[in-house]
């Protein structure tokens, strides 16, 4: 099973309530943080392949399209 960003908030959220170690809430940030980063990096690359027709179709332009590609993975 693959960890999802909102599997993890779910988990943070839980765990925060339930008095974790300092070091275990730290960790489970981390990996929050770490998987929307993944996120945001697949969906970037997955739109600087869609073609010209596909970007209409979703209502963004090339220019659009190539200046969310270029974002770094914690540029939001």
């Known amino acids: 099973m693959t960890m999802t960003t909102t599997n993890l908030q779910i988990l943070t959220n839980h765990n925060a309530n339930a008095q974790l170690p300092v070091v ?4 489970l940030s ?3 943080v770490v998987t929307e980063w993944d996120k ?3 969906t970037r690359r ?6 010209k027709a596909q970007l209409e179709d979703v ?3 090339l220019h659009d399209a190539r200046v969310e590609a270029r974002k770094k993975m914690w540029q939001i």
Do not use: P
């Not at 275990?24 to 960790?27: D, Q, S, T, V």
């Not at 997955?46 to 073609?51: F, G, I, K, T």
């Open 24 to 27: 275990a809430r730290a960790a």
């Open 40 to 42: 945001r990096t697949r």
């Open 59 to 61: 209502g963004l332009t």
């Open 46 to 51: 997955a739109l600087a392949r869609l073609s």
């Open 30 to 32: 981390f990996a929050a």
